[in-house]
C-alpha cells in the first residue's frame, strides 16, 4: 500500500492564494507590483500550461532585467512557481528555483511570499518524486510556517502534513508519527474544511504506521481520519475513498480478511471507474483474463506520468518483468531484471524505494526458479543490509528476511554467516511480541509464524559449538 507519493499534492491547499492572485491581478496593480499578464493568466485558468508558460516565464525574465532592485516582480515569480508546481517536469527545476531565489532575496527568507513559495516548491518535488529534496524544503517551510504562524494554524499543519508524507516515505515512520501525534485533539473539527485538515493528520499518521508494521495504530488513525473526511466531504468524497481503501488494507494485515473485503467492495463501489485508488486494492478484485497485458498497461502509465527513471516506472517494470517469467518469457524479461538491478543498487535513491525494488527482484528470482531461494541469498542479504544501514526496514521485514538469510545460509553449511542473522531475527521478534497486550491474537500467530527461527538458531549455535 506504501507509495511515493500517495496523496498527490498535499501541498495544494497551501496554493489557492497564489491561484486567487493569477485568477485577480489587478490586485497587484495597488502595490507596486507588476501584475501577471492577464492572458497568461487565462490560458492557465483554461489548462493551457504551455500557452501560460510561454507568456508569464518571458514576463519574469522581462521584469527581473527591468528592475535590478525592489521587489516589484514578486507576483510574477510566485506565477512563475505555481506554473512549475502545477505542470513542470524534471527540466523545469531551474525555472522554480529562479522564482524562489528571486523572493528570498527581494522579499525576504522568513516572509509570507517565501511561506507560499515553499509551499509550491513541496508540491513540486512531491509530483516530481524528488523526496530528498523535497524533505530539505518541507523542513524549512514547516520551521518558517510555525514561526510566522504558531503550531496549529492551517498553514502549519499543512506544512507538518507534507513532511509527515517525506518522512514516511524515507522510511522515518517513527519521526512522522512523533510529528503528527502532538497535532492529535488539538484542532477545530466543525467546518468541512477543519475537519478536512485534522483528517489529514490523522491519515497521515495511519500511513507512517502501517510503514512500521504497526497495524493496530495504524487502523485506529485511520479510522479517525476517516469519520472526518466522511463528515467533511460525505462518502463519495475522494479523500474518504482513498483512506478506505488504506483502512482495509490495513484490516488484510490484520488477518481480518472478510472486513477487509467488504470495505474494499465499498471503495470499488463508490471509486470512478479508472481511478488509481483501485490499484491499491487490487488483491479484492477478479484477477485479469490477461494479467501480462494489465501489467503492461501499468508499466506504460508509470513511464507516461512519471517519466523513465523514475523509481515508480522502475516498480512497475519489476511487476511487468515478474508477469513475463510466469508467462514464461524470460528473455523479454531479462531488460527488466538489469534495469531492477540498477535501480536497486542506486545509493541516490530513497532506502525505502530500494528496498521495495529489492523486494522485487526477489520475487523475480523466485517465480523464474521455483523453490530456489537460494539463488535470491545475495538479494536478501543486500535488502537486509540497505534496510539496516538506513533504519528504513520495518522491524518485520527484518525479522522475515533475516530469518530466510539464516536458513539459508545454514543449508548451506555457514553457520558463521548465518548466526548474526537468526540472532538479530529473535531479537526483533521477542521485543515485536513483547510490545503488544495481553492475550493480543496478532502476537499468537506471529509467535506461530515465526517460531522457526529459534529452531533455526538453536541448530547453528550447535553447529558453531561443534567446530
Not at 479510522?223 to 481503501?245: N, S, W
Request: glycine share 8%.
Amino acid at each position: 500500500m506504501i507509495r511515493i507519493g500517495q496523496y498527490g499534492n498535499w501541498a495544494a491547499g497551501a496554493l489557492v492564494g497564489i491561484a486567487a492572485l493569477l485568477a485577480h491581478p489587478a490586485a497587484a496593480q495597488g502595490n507596486g507590483r507588476v501584475p501577471v499578464p492577464p492572458d497568461g493568466v487565462a490560458a492557465f485558468e483554461a489548462g493551457e500550461y504551455g500557452k501560460a508558460a510561454g507568456i508569464i516565464i518571458p514576463a519574469f525574465e522581462a521584469c527581473r532585467a527591468a528592475q535590478s532592485h525592489g521587489a516589484a516582480c514578486t507576483d510574477l515569480a510566485k506565477a512563475v512557481a505555481l506554473l512549475v508546481a502545477v505542470a513542470g517536469n524534471a527540466k523545469t527545476e531551474p525555472t522554480i528555483l529562479t522564482a524562489q531565489d528571486y523572493i528570498d532575496t527581494r522579499v525576504g527568507r522568513e516572509t509570507e511570499d517565501a511561506l507560499g513559495m515553499l509551499a509550491m516548491l513541496s508540491s513540486y518535488y512531491d509530483r516530481v518524486l524528488d523526496m530528498a529534496k523535497f524533505g530539505a524544503v518541507a523542513e524549512r517551510r514547516y520551521a518558517l510556517a510555525r514561526k510566522l504562524h504558531g503550531p496549529v494554524a492551517r498553514s502549519t499543519v499543512l506544512a507538518a502534513v507534507s513532511l509527515c508524507v517525506v518522512q514516511w516515505n524515507l522510511g522515518k515512520g517513527q519521526a512522522a508519527v512523533e510529528l503528527m501525534t502532538p497535532l492529535h485533539g488539538k484542532l477545530p473539527e466543525k467546518t468541512p474544511e477543519e475537519m478536512e485538515l485534522a483528517g489529514r493528520v490523522y491519515d497521515c499518521t495511519g500511513t507512517a504506521y502501517y510503514s512500521m508494521d504497526q497495524n493496530r495504530e495504524a487502523e485506529i488513525a485511520f479510522r479517525r481520519a476517516l469519520a472526518l473526511f466522511e463528515r467533511a466531504e460525505g462518502q463519495q468524497g475522494g479523500k474518504a475513498i482513498d483512506v478506505m481503501a488504506s483502512l482495509a488494507n490495513t484490516l488484510r494485515r490484520l488477518r481480518r480478511d472478510g472486513e477487509a473485503l467488504a470495505l474494499a467492495k465499498r471503495v470499488e463501489g463508490l471509486a470512478k471507474p479508472g481511478s488509481e485508488v483501485l490499484s491499491h486494492i487490487d488483491w479484492a478484485r477478479a484477477p485479469t483474463s490477461d494479467p501480462l497485458e494489465a501489467a503492461r498497461a501499468e508499466f506504460a502509465q508509470a513511464e507516461a506520468r512519471y517519466g523513465a527513471k523514475s523509481p515508480v516506472t522502475d516498480m512497475a517494470g519489476a511487476s511487468f518483468g515478474i508477469a513475463l517469467i510466469e508467462a514464461g518469457r524470460f528473455a523479454e524479461a531479462e531488460p527488466y531484471i538489469a534495469r531492477l538491478d540498477a535501480a536497486a543498487g542506486n545509493p541516490a535513491i530513497p532506502a525505502s524505494v530500494r528496498i521495495k525494488l529489492l523486494i522485487g527482484r526477489i520475487a523475480m528470482i523466485t517465480t523464474q526458479d521455483k523453490g530456489r531461494f537460494d539463488r535470491a541469498l545475495p538479494v536478501i542479504e543486500q535488502l537486509v543490509a540497505v534496510a539496516k544501514r538506513s533504519e528504513a526496514g520495518s522491524d518485520k521485514l527484518l525479522i522475515d528476511f533475516q530469518m530466510y538469510a539464516g536458513a539459508l545460509l545454514n543449508a548451506q553449511a555457514q553457520p558463521a554467516r548465518a548466526y548474526p542473522y537468526l540472532s538479530d531475527a529473535g531479537r526483533l521478534l521477542l521485543e515485536r511480541i513483547a510490545s503488544y497486550r495481553d492475550f493480543d491474537a496478532a502476537a499468537q500467530r506471529e509467535t506461530r509464524e515465526y517460531a522457526p527461527v529459534f529452531k533455526f538458531k538453536v541448530a547453528t549455535a550447535w553447529r558453531l559449538a561443534q567446530r
